[in-house]
């Protein structure tokens, strides 16, 4: 995606861990590791992305690089915008101001802007409803807490598809199930920032994975192009 003297950003596919943790020591294969592989450098993380979440990630060449990068992401300086596919349909913009959980269970403070950019109407039968509707958000995390959005979403309960955490396990078997696909639907779609060395704007698009256009196309399938919604124009561009 981006690559200089300073900094590196590639698109990170979902199921890939960023570096070794003590939560999944069976893993061999991390991006960290990979990078620095290729590159012949050793590479300072700036930011995170959980093991499912796909999309636009940076990282720095050198210390200070990163330092600065992370004071301008703690300014609110870097533009972040994530795009998730979750339960039910979200007609209004939510601005949310909630506490969600850090990794030992504490409240932080925190808040997300959400979006919606298009629903979807599948004609399969979930629980009571003859149907299974989804809408798909642009989410803006205004603060930098652990799950972030899937706390928040799922507090909405507009939970993320296929979040094995703290997503709808019985919408995620109805994807594993019936539509043949297994990863979570979370995507780190925008990254705009300050270059910290040179001052430039950069602004990145990443790519979706491969299993947003799996889905869509199963949309397609079931229900047409003419009612397959906006939506489907913007994981296809």
Request: charged share 25%.
């Amino acid at each position: 995606m981006f690559q200089d003297d300073h900094l590196v950003v590639v698109n990170k596919p979902p199921g890939l861990l960023v570096h070794r943790t003590a939560i999944a020591e069976e893993e061999t294969l991390f991006l960290l590791q990979i990078l620095r592989d290729q590159l012949g450098k050793y590479l300072y993380p700036i930011h995170r992305l959980d093991r499912p979440t796909s999309g636009a990630i940076a990282f720095a060449f050198s210390s200070e690089v990163a330092s600065s990068f992370a004071q301008a992401m703690e300014r609110d300086e870097v533009v972040k915008v994530y795009h998730s596919l979750v339960r039910g349909w979200v007609d209004e913009v939510v601005d949310l101001d909630y506490p969600v959980k850090n990794e030992k269970g504490k409240p932080r403070e925190a808040n997300s802007l959400f979006t919606p950019l298009g629903h979807i109407e599948l004609p399969i039968a979930f629980g009571r409803y003859e149907t299974s509707r989804y809408t798909l958000l642009q989410c803006e995390p205004k603060t930098g807490r652990w799950h972030q959005l899937r706390q928040h979403l799922a507090h909405l309960r507009h939970y993320i598809i296929n979040d094995r955490v703290h997503g709808d396990g019985k919408q995620n078997r109805l994807f594993t199930e019936r539509l043949g696909v297994r990863e979570m639907f979370l995507h780190a779609r925008y990254l705009e920032f300050s270059h910290p060395v040179t001052q430039e704007r950069v602004s990145l698009l990443a790519d979706y994975p491969e299993h947003w256009s799996c889905f869509y196309d199963r949309c397609i399938e079931l229900c047409g192009v003419q009612n397959s919604s906006s939506w489907g124009f913007c994981i296809k561009k």
